[in-house]
C-alpha cells in the first residue's frame, strides 16, 4: 500500500489554514495543531480557527490602485480560502474589504473540515519537529507561546525581533447618538457592495479636537512589564496615544482626519473625525477606526465619551495591546520559506515578519503551493516580483535591502515593493495601474 503524503502545519491561524487549504487541494494529507483552547493568548477570545484579533478590515480591494488590493486579486486567483471566505461574509466599509469576524472563522472551518483529508489536532507544541521524513510548515504567528518560541530561538539562533501591535475598541451600534453622528464614506467613495455610506463618523471642533488630545496626553497608559520596555511599536498600527504625543496635530492626519467628510447637519466642516466601521454583518457592532490603544479600560471608557456621539456609548470590546514576534527571516529562510539549516521546516505567516491580515495569509499561500510542489516532486519558482505576491515573498527572504547590517522589520504590502514603471511620463494613478496590470499577467503566467 502508497504511503499517504502529509504534512504538519502547526498554528490555525490565517497563515496555516491558507496553507492547510493550498496542500489539500494538492491533494495531501494535512494535520493541523492549534493550541487553543488547551492554552489561550492574550488577544484571543475564541477557540476558532483564523480568529480575527485586531481589525476586521482587509483594507482597500482596489486591485487598480491600492497594493494590498492588487494582493487581494492575486490570492483569488490562486484559489484563497482566506479571500473566498473573505469575499462570502463581507461587510460595508467603503472602499475597503471588511469581514463579519465570526463567520469568516466559520467559513474557513467549513471548507477545511469539507476534506476527509483534513485533520484538526487540540494541542500545545511545545518542541520543534526534529524528523526528516515528514514536512513541518511553522505557521504559530505573532502570539507564538513563551515555550515554543524559546525553542525557536534554540533552533535558529537568532534573537527573535518583537513589536507591540495593539486592538482597537468595538462600540455596540444602538448606543451611538444619531442626532450628531452620519453614516459616509470618504469622499462617497463606493465599496465592493456598491455602499457609498459604509461609515459612522463623529465630527469635533477644534475646541473639542484640543480637550480629548490633552486628556490622551495626560493620562497614563498601562505600564509596560520589564520585558516589554524595549520592545517597539510596529509604526502602521500605533496606539493612539503614541500618535498623540508626537504632535498635537498627528491624530488629525491620521486616523481622525477630516478630509473627503461633510456633516450633513452643518455647514462647518470638522476639525476632526471619528470614523466608525461595521464590524458584523448584523451591523450591531462597529470598531473606532485607527483607534488601537494601552490606555486603560476606566480611561477609554472616560476620554471617548468625549468624542460627540459617543457620550453614552457602550462597549463590547475596549482596546488592548500585545506583543508580536517574528523571525530574522532574511538571514534564515531560502527562496521558498524553507529553514536553510532545516530542509524539513517552513515557515508561514506574521512570524516571517510580514505585517496584517493578507499578507500573513499570503505568505501562508506561497508556503502551502512551495510545499505541494516539493512532495508531488515538481519544480516551483517563486513568482515574479513584478506582482505582489512575488514582491512580498521577496522582502522577507531578501529583507528588501542592500546593506546587510539594516535592522529587518514588518512590513505590509506595498507599491515600494514591486519594481517601478521606468515611463517617467506616466502620473501616480497611470503607473499603479500599469503596475497592476503587468502583476496580474504574469501571476497568471506564473499560474499556468
Known amino acids: 500500500m502508497k504511503e499517504q503524503k502529509s504534512v504538519t502545519i502547526i498554528g490555525g491561524g490565517l497563515a496555516g489554514c491558507e496553507a492547510a487549504w493550498q496542500l489539500l487541494n494538492a491533494g495531501i494529507y494535512v494535520k493541523l495543531i492549534e493550541m487553543r483552547p488547551i492554552k489561550s493568548t492574550p488577544a484571543h477570545s475564541t477557540d476558532n480557527l483564523c480568529e480575527l484579533v ?3 478590515s482587509f483594507r482597500s480591494d482596489d486591485k487598480c490602485n491600492s497594493a494590498i488590493g492588487l494582493l487581494h486579486e492575486e490570492m483569488r486567483l490562486c484559489n484563497s480560502i482566506i479571500m473566498k471566505a473573505a469575499d462570502t461574509t463581507k461587510v460595508p466599509a467603503g472602499s475597503a474589504l471588511a469581514v463579519d469576524r465570526n463567520k469568516f472563522s466559520q467559513i474557513v472551518e467549513e471548507n477545511l473540515y469539507s476534506h476527509k483529508s483534513f485533520e484538526l489536532i487540540r494541542s500545545e507544541q511545545t518542541t520543534i519537529p526534529k524528523s526528516n521524513k515528514e514536512k513541518f510548515i511553522i505557521a504559530t504567528g505573532p502570539l507564538t507561546s513563551e515555550t515554543f518560541s524559546k525553542e525557536l530561538l534554540k533552533l535558529t539562533g537568532e534573537d527573535s525581533l518583537d513589536f507591540f501591535d495593539a486592538i482597537a475598541p468595538i462600540i455596540y451600534k444602538d448606543t451611538i447618538d444619531f442626532s450628531k453622528a452620519w453614516y459616509q464614506s470618504r469622499y462617497d467613495k463606493p465599496g465592493p457592495s456598491g455602499n457609498n455610506a459604509a461609515y459612522i463618523n463623529c465630527p469635533l471642533d477644534e475646541q473639542q479636537y484640543n480637550s480629548f488630545i490633552k486628556e490622551i496626553c495626560t493620562v497614563e497608559s498601562i505600564p509596560f512589564k520589564k520585558w516589554e520596555k524595549e520592545t517597539p511599536y510596529f509604526e ?3 496606539p493612539i496615544e503614541v500618535m498623540a504625543e508626537r504632535g498635537k496635530e498627528t491624530l488629525r492626519y491620521g486616523p481622525m482626519k477630516p478630509v473627503g467628510l461633510s456633516n450633513p447637519r452643518s455647514d462647518i466642516k470638522p476639525h476632526a473625525v471619528v470614523q466608525l466601521r461595521q464590524d458584523n454583518e448584523a451591523a ?3 470598531n473606532m477606526v485607527g483607534f488601537q490603544t494601552k490606555l486603560s479600560h476606566k480611561d477609554q471608557i472616560r476620554i471617548f ?3 460627540p456621539g459617543l457620550e ?5 470590546r475596549l ?4 506583543r508580536n514576534t517574528f523571525i ?4 534564515l529562510l531560502d527562496s521558498t520559506l524553507r529553514l536553510k539549516k532545516s530542509k524539513n521546516l517552513r515557515f508561514a505567516g506574521q512570524i516571517t515578519g510580514v505585517e496584517g491580515y493578507v499578507e500573513s495569509a499570503a505568505i501562508g499561500l506561497l508556503a502551502g503551493k512551495f510545499l505541494a510542489a516539493e512532495i508531488s516532486s515538481y519544480e516551483i519558482k517563486p513568482p515574479p516580483k513584478t506582482t505582489a505576491l512575488g514582491s512580498l515573498l521577496n522582502y522577507v527572504v531578501n529583507g528588501g535591502l542592500s546593506i546587510s547590517d539594516i535592522r529587518y522589520q514588518p512590513m505590509n504590502i506595498n507599491f515600494g515593493l514591486i519594481p517601478e514603471i521606468p515611463n517617467k511620463k506616466l502620473k501616480k494613478k497611470e503607473k499603479r495601474e500599469t503596475i ?3 502583476a496580474l499577467s504574469d501571476l497568471n503566467i506564473w499560474l499556468n
Do not use: D, E, Q, R
Open 54 to 56: 485586531c481589525s476586521n
Open 236 to 238: 502602521g498600527c500605533l
Open 284 to 286: 450591531t457592532m462597529y
Open 305 to 307: 465619551s468625549m468624542i
Open 312 to 316: 453614552k456609548c457602550k462597549f463590547a
Open 319 to 322: 482596546g488592548g495591546i500585545h
Open 328 to 331: 530574522n527571516s532574511p538571514l
Open 436 to 438: 497592476s496590470k503587468l
